[in-house]
């Protein structure tokens, strides 16, 4: 598989919304003892 490097900010806010809601649903990517929000996953994942 290839990967494709898109600088961030090429994509519309509803896109870039949609690619970090697809990557902090899959499986396996919670280990936290505690239940985390989605928006808190998406909002923490903006900040990095």
């Known amino acids: 598989m290839t990967a494709l490097k898109i600088p ?5 806010p509803e896109a870039l919304r949609g690619v970090i809601e697809e990557f902090v649903t899959r ?22």
């Open 8 to 12: 961030y900010d090429q994509f519309s």
């Open 27 to 48: 499986d396996g990517t919670d280990y936290g003892e505690i239940e985390v929000s989605l928006e808190t996953k998406i909002s923490q994942s903006k900040r990095i």
